[in-house]
């Protein structure tokens, strides 16, 4: 587990932003991005999976959310 | 000499590491690159931030220097206490440059060293209760403090001084803040864990002072956030910002003080220079205050221009309209410094070894002249840096990581470029050798370099190394015969 910040990039896709890792990737897919349910599965443009588990509501960006990797590399 | 290809550079980098035993041979393998524009990704070509490898030179700094030297230091109205043994101040003070108005001692404490000078027994009982009585003595020294900071030498954390507790206590005391940093110089790998530290402070300990607080805003609200007024380079900044119409309404930290950093979460835009020293507390306020930021580069007219025009995107027409007339009136200036240094100075190649965003970001300055960068690299750089740097460089360039005394030497020797910029540890070497040096970090004592007057400073010291005769009389003492 990881806290990750999810931000909106300057070209209007999601941004993933792990800190410890110096990894700042686009978010490629995200499972929910629905009003009532946001998070799940996401997606990044260099082929990890990461697990957020999903909110409610749609969150106000950029947003600090612990994340799980479930695909991805352990370098 | 013309430039090198692609496997030219490899086998120069290859040959460079043929000196290392086997283990260090990986190990620094991973952090020499040669560039290629096509990767989208700089993990895949460089390592960085790793722990240096013992037993090689390398050229960083500790986690208090990144605290203590780079983010907290210049807030010129507090006090910044060197919290342990007195070497740690005393051999850092002042030497950045940071210039700052007021009265030093009076209202400004910029150039001062302030420190617990801690003795054995400081060491054996605590020193705590030193602590404690220092800042009252400063309170009694230097009322006009507007408040304190506690930087930690590697002491403290090994003693296990509760820092946090006496800077409670004293702050309800003396009614002012006073921040404990723990910024000991063994965290982490390298001075970038201590800009880390220092953010993390100021979210804790200052950006919140004023929340709820009325402030009178305007639309045009921005902030400056990682310039630290090297020779004035914020000051070089702040005018082409102001004069479009934009209000500043605070400077980190260069010549900044403790309301301004209060004051930054009310504004509407975080311009961000430094990202590596200030990325954190920029993302921290975008997602508690809903404050975007973004990056801009005001070395040279082309970037300049560029981040003018990025920057009032994010603003009205008023402001549009402002930047184009910033540009245009500066437009005969420049002109006129690239019509004079130009022929001096085309052609020219550079490497350069920085930290920071100097090393991508000067690189657009060294082009407005005609110049070519050859080579560079960061001290204490993430990947995150070089992301954004392989954009900047040319292909097949070189790239080095935390580089080695010995690995910058070999390069500089086989590439030899026209200048090379560095730092203080690096410039008397290349300058026995008859390389034309400019001092980076902290322009060589001279500057502003930031905004279009400082690219008039910025072309003459350039044109002013390289073009001395001097060079050409100098032989190295250890290449003569005995």
């Known amino acids: 587990m990881a806290n990750v910040m999810i931000r909106r990039g300057a070209d209007g896709g999601l941004v993933f932003y792990l800190a410890k890792k110096d990894l700042e990737e686009q978010i490629e897919s995200l499972e929910f991005d629905q009003p009532d349910r946001w998070g799940g599965e996401l997606k990044l443009h260099d082929g990890q999976v990461w697990h957020v588990e999903p909110l409610n509501e749609a969150p106000r960006l950029p947003i600090t959310v612990r994340a799980r990797r479930l695909v991805g590399s352990d370098d | ?482």
């Open chain 2, 1 to 482: 000499m013309t430039t090198l290809t692609r496997e030219e550079t490899e086998s120069l980098i290859r040959e460079v590491l043929e000196v290392y035993p086997d283990k260090a041979k990986k190990d620094r393998a991973k952090h020499l690159a040669v560039n290629d524009q096509s990767i989208e990704q700089s993990k895949k070509c460089i390592t960085s931030n790793r722990k240096s490898l013992p037993g090689v030179m390398t050229i960083r700094g500790c986690a208090y220097a990144g605290s203590k030297g780079v983010v907290w230091g210049p807030i010129k109205d507090m006090i910044h206490i060197s919290h342990g043994p007195v070497g740690c101040g005393q051999y850092s003070r002042a030497g950045r440059r940071n210039y700052y108005v007021g009265v030093t001692g009076v209202n400004t404490f910029g150039d001062m060293n302030f420190t617990s000078d801690f003795q054995e027994k400081d060491i054996v009982f605590g020193g705590d209760k030193k602590l404690a009585k220092l800042i009252e003595e400063i309170e009694t020294l230097f009322p006009l403090a507007k408040g304190i900071s506690v930087q930690s030498e590697c002491p403290i954390g090994l003693i296990g001084d509760d820092i946090e507790a006496v800077s409670k206590k004293a702050s309800a005391a003396i009614g002012k803040p006073v921040v404990p940093v723990r910024c000991e110089g063994f965290r982490g790998v390298s001075q970038s864990l201590g800009h880390h530290i220092a953010n993390d402070a100021i979210r804790d300990w200052v950006i919140g002072n004023r929340d709820g607080q009325p402030f009178e805003s305007t639309p045009y609200d921005v902030a400056i956030i990682g310039d630290y007024n090297i020779g004035g380079d914020a000051w070089s900044s702040r005018i082409l910002l102001e004069e479009m119409g934009l209000r500043v309404v605070a400077q980190w930290s260069g010549d900044g003080t403790l309301s301004e950093m209060e004051l930054t979460p009310k504004v509407k835009l975080n311009l961000v220079h430094c990202y590596r020293s200030m990325n954190y507390i920029s993302r921290h306020m975008e997602e508690k205050y809903n404050i975007p930021w973004i990056e801009y580069n005001f070395f040279g007219p082309t970037k300049i221009a560029e981040s003018l025009r990025k920057i009032a995107a994010h603003f009205d027409d008023t402001i549009k309209e402002g930047a184009e007339r910033v540009i245009e009136k500066y437009k005969a200036e420049y002109e006129a410094v690239i019509a004079k240094y130009r022929p001096r100075l085309e052609g020219k190649r550079v490497m350069l070894y920085v930290g920071g965003l100097r090393p991508r970001h000067v690189i657009g300055a060294y082009e407005d002249l005609g110049m070519e960068v050859v080579g560079t690299g960061y001290e204490f750089a993430h990947n995150d840096d070089y992301d954004r740097t392989i954009k900047e460089m040319g292909n097949a360039t070189l790239l080095y990581d935390d580089v080695t005394g010995f690995e910058f030497e070999e390069f500089v020797k086989r590439v030899k470029p026209d200048l090379v910029g560095s730092g203080i540890k690096e410039k008397y070497i290349f300058q026995k050798m008859g390389v034309p040096f400019r001092q980076m970090h902290s322009w060589d004592y001279s500057g502003p370099y930031h905004g279009y007057d400082g690219f008039a400073i910025f072309a003459r010291d350039m044109d002013m190394t390289i073009n001395n005769p001097c060079w050409a009389a100098l032989k190295a003492p250890w290449a003569k015969a005995a």
